[in-house]
Structures are given as structure tokens and as C-alpha cells.
Nanobody, 111 residues
């Protein structure tokens, strides 16, 4: 059974940084396509970034140059380093293998 547990969210000022973590059990990060998705207040889910086996990455346009997805295969943890945060990054952030999501971690960007 796949279980995903996100952490690392919080309140940050515009221009600040946060690093999200997703602890994975029930599948191997090194062999899986893993994603970060988010749900802004009152809106639907939107894809943010993906990490593929071999270390390949992909980002939505708004995340390019600001966010970095990475993973620790030995620890089976997925990360999302978020820099230069903006108010429109405010959302509940989830990691997902495409079928399962965790409970999410809240990111609030506000002055």
C-alpha cells in the first residue's frame, strides 16, 4: 500500500523560501514517476513538477526557475525546494504518484 506524507509547509513572506518533503512508503522513488501538485484556495488541483527515474524533471511554467524537485532515493523522500515565493503560490501542496496523494502541507505566502 502506497503512503505519502508531506511536510515542510508554513507561512512565508513574498520572496522567501520553503522546502517541502514527501516521505514515501510502499513504492520505490528511484523507479517511480513522482509529482508535486497543489490546490490554491477555492480552485482545483494543478500540477507543479515531476521527477522521473534517472533524475529527469519537468515543471509548470510558473515554477520554472523558482522551484526545484529532487529526491533522496536511499531515504525514499521527495523534495520541492521553492524559492522566490509569490502570493499566488499559496496552496495546499501534495505529492502524488499519479494515483495516490498524501494529506498535503499548507503553504501560505503573505506579508
Amino acid at each position: 500500500q502506497v503512503q505519502l506524507v508531506e511536510s515542510g509547509g508554513g507561512l512565508v513572506q513574498p520572496g522567501g523560501s520553503l522546502k517541502l518533503s514527501c516521505t514515501i512508503s510502499g513504492l520505490s522513488l528511484s523507479a517511480s514517476n513522482m509529482n508535486w501538485v497543489r490546490q490554491p484556495p477555492g480552485q482545483g488541483l494543478e500540477w507543479v513538477a515531476s521527477l522521473y527515474p534517472g533524475g529527469y524533471t519537468a515543471y509548470t511554467n510558473s515554477a520554472k526557475g523558482r522551484f526545484t524537485i529532487s529526491g533522496d532515493n536511499a531515504a525514499n523522500i521527495l523534495y520541492l525546494q521553492m524559492d522566490t515565493l509569490r502570493t499566488d503560490d499559496t496552496a495546499l501542496y501534495y505529492c502524488s504518484d499519479g494515483a495516490v496523494r498524501g494529506q498535503g502541507t499548507q503553504v501560505t505566502v503573505s506579508s
